[in-house]
């Protein structure tokens, strides 16, 4: 066996297996690679300039020693099946196609880039075909003919030439007047408030560092199909080319180097943040989940709001009430009654004709109210239960029963308003599962039960700091209801009311060495506020610290702070989410908070719960481990907007080194 054969079983073992404690390379897998094709050429040069390698049988037909060029095509096919565990040409060519359709694709450089990379990919899977070709074949004068007509394909000068498309493609992505990819890439993410990204489901530094690997691998696949067609030429007597091999492999580290630099400078100005867009169609439960029933807007006369009931106090009088009476079965009777508290009464007018929804699966108590004096709260349409009219009256000449429009709190089996404080663990950090290596690797909320829980994707770690993507899947979350005799109101749930309504709004980080493990929602004072955990792992051999060595992050400040409080964000005229014309963007910043509120009373008749709770997965796009996760608001100036999930995607750049190599 020769010794690029073995370095090659060396790799496997190495790359494929390591175990806590094992010493490698901290650079990234693909540069690891790179690094054992390095290897491989020089053991195969060494040998085809050894004589006595030659003896053993070359070009002899002996049925037990493979010709020289056959073990050569060899050590390069183990190479290659190493190549592509790591990186399959198809996820190859659907990640260009991916980038190519999001917002690089009217970037010239990137285009162009991408056709140097698809003419060089060609001519790699033509190379593998011969790899796959049994040894019979392979000594034939034809197949020694078309491998020799493909190595100086490789070689030529013109296009589709292998160093040709390579030199083009170094210079796409690294020139700097000339607008190179890398250079380019951070501002052309922030264009459109970030939805550009919207498509390729990246953060902006994994996407840049997922180009790199792209231009990468293309290197790598260039300079070993170059090197093998040198080698093949030699061994044809076409030449000598151990210059031209060695220059090569020198100007190619050189281009390496560069390009980790370009790479690792345009990293360095890029976002590790993922978010995700509003998709094209709202679907509940699926798309998104609400609080319904919480600060309803809601019809009551004076009269019912008072243990007396009298008419003697104006609706402003009510600011905090109750439904005390529903006098002579008037309107009152006919409306779903509020059996909670009520705020913030108002008069609009006397006398109004009132649609009253029609009930079923909606949350809504009123489609629209139309006013005497022309105002109208809400769409106004067909009213499929026929309109009420509700008229106010006068007592005794000197008291008017007015009709005010309240804000109704109502705690009961008609309002979702309950959030989960279980933590949500990925498997590697639960008790039950103490050996299982894995980390969060996404975030989602869902809804079960009337209750809303934070959920976790999470994969196992490989070595090389990547995701099993074979292992990936959601855990269970673990459902109650919140009648369960065992279920506790601020241990195992929070509930939102008036007095309690606030979301803390945090982009929360992991220490340097550490990755996400798990997420909780917890409350501090009348506050909902969310805490990561985080678990210290090693990067070369992929595997987690012990479990004890894990922290909970969070962000404890109070709008009540003495430096620095934390700052409401405020919504003006809040339309339902799901109806606003253009998409959501990126309203608050770390260290604020939101409070759950109505929809606008002109817009909506303060029917629905604002702001929605995005409930679409916020997953990479492919697998990544996680550095961080937030909470942030998104919307629009009059548009209720959205609670959202955030996650913050590991930082690879530091790992672009050729120093281990």
Avoid at 189 to 213: A, M, T, V
Avoid at 238 to 265: C, H, P, S, W, Y
Avoid at 544 to 568: F, G, Q, Y
Wanted: net charge neutral; glycine share 6%; hydrophobic share 35%.
């Amino acid at each position: 066996m020769s010794r690029s054969v073995v370095s090659l079983v060396l790799a496997l073992l190495i790359l494929g297996g390591s175990t806590e404690g094992s010493r490698g390379p901290k650079s990234t897998r693909l540069l690891q690679l790179y690094g054992e094709l390095k290897s491989l050429v020089e053991d195969d040069w060494d040998d085809i300039n050894d004589p006595r390698w030659h003896a053993l049988g070359a070009f002899t037909g002996s049925n037990n020693l493979a010709s020289p060029d056959e073990v050569i095509l060899r050590t390069f096919a183990q190479f290659g099946d190493l190549l592509e565990a790591t990186a399959p040409q198809r996820t190859t060519v659907e990640e260009r196609a991916k980038i190519l359709s999001g917002p690089l694709g009217n970037l010239f450089s990137w285009a162009s880039a991408d056709v140097q990379m698809g003419a060089v990919d060609a001519l790699y899977q033509t190379f593998r075909r011969f790899q796959t070709r049994p040894a019979a074949t392979t000594a034939t004068e034809a197949s020694r003919k078309a491998m020799s007509d493909l190595a100086e394909t490789v070689l030529q000068k013109s296009p589709p030439s292998v160093p040709a498309a390579l030199d083009r493609l170094h210079e796409l992505a690294t020139s700097v007047d000339g607008g190179g990819v890398f250079g380019n890439l951070p501002s052309v993410l922030l264009l459109d408030g970030g939805n550009g990204l919207c498509s390729i489901h990246q953060s902006p530094q994994q996407l840049i560092f997922n180009l790199y690997n792209l231009v990468t691998l293309t290197e790598i696949k260039g300079y070993a199909m170059m090197q093998f067609s040198w080698m093949l030429l030699k061994l044809y007597n076409k030449g000598n080319f151990t210059l031209e091999a060695e220059l090569m492999r020198e100007r190619v580290e050189a281009r390496m180097d560069e390009k980790i630099q370009a790479a690792r400078t345009a990293m360095g100005r890029a976002s590790q943040e993922l978010w995700v867009c509003d998709p094209s169609h709202h679907e509940e439960n699926e798309t998104f989940v609400q609080l319904t029933n919480v600060l309803q807007g809601h019809i009551e006369n004076e009269v019912d709001l008072n243990p007396k009931g009298t008419c003697r106090e104006s609706c402003g009088y009510y600011q905090y009430a109750r439904v005390h009476d529903c006098y002579k079965d008037q309107f009152c009777k006919k409306q779903p009654k509020c059996n909670g508290r009520i705020f913030d009464c108002r008069f609009i007018d006397s006398d109004a004709s009132v649609c009253l929804s029609k009930g079923g699966s909606t949350h809504r108590k009123y489609d629209w109210i139309e006013y005497e004096n022309g105002r109208t709260l809400g769409r106004k349409g067909t009213c499929e239960r026929g309109s009420t009219k509700v008229d106010s009256w006068w007592r005794w000449l000197f008291w008017h029963c007015s009709y005010c429009l309240c804000l109704c709190d109502e705690v009961g089996l008609k309002s979702d308003r309950y959030f989960s404080l279980h933590p949500s663990l990925a498997r590697g950090v639960e008790e039950s599962f103490p050996n299982s290596n894995r980390a969060v690797t996404g975030l989602r909320f869902v809804k079960v039960n009337r209750v809303i829980h934070l959920q976790v994707q999470d994969g196992e770690i490989l070595p090389g700091g990547l995701i099993n993507s074979s292992t990936v899947e959601w855990r269970p979350i673990k459902p109650f209801k919140v009648t369960d005799n065992n279920i506790r109101r601020d241990v195992d749930y929070h509930i939102i009311t008036w007095e309690q309504r606030a979301v803390d709004l945090d982009d929360l980080k992991a220490p340097e060495g550490s990755i996400l493990t798990g997420v909780q929602l917890r409350r501090i004072g009348a506050h909902l506020n969310l805490e990561i955990l985080t678990t210290p792992f090693n990067f070369t051999t992929g595997k987690l610290a012990h479990r004890a060595t894990s922290e909970w992050i969070s962000n404890d400040n109070t709008p009540a702070a003495v430096t620095e409080p934390r700052k409401e964000i405020r919504m003006y005229s809040p339309d339902v989410p799901t109806k606003c014309p253009t998409r959501s963007s990126v309203v608050s910043n770390h260290d604020q908070y939101i409070r759950f509120t109505h929809s606008d009373i002109d817009r909506d008749v303060a029917q629905t719960t604002v702001p929605f709770i995005d409930a679409q997965p916020v997953v990479p796009d492919p697998h990544s481990l996680l550095t961080g996760a937030g909470l942030f608001y998104k919307g629009k100036r009059n548009c209720g907007g959205f609670i959202s999930l955030k996650v913050m995607t590991y930082d690879y750049s530091k790992h672009l080194h050729m120093r281990d190599l």
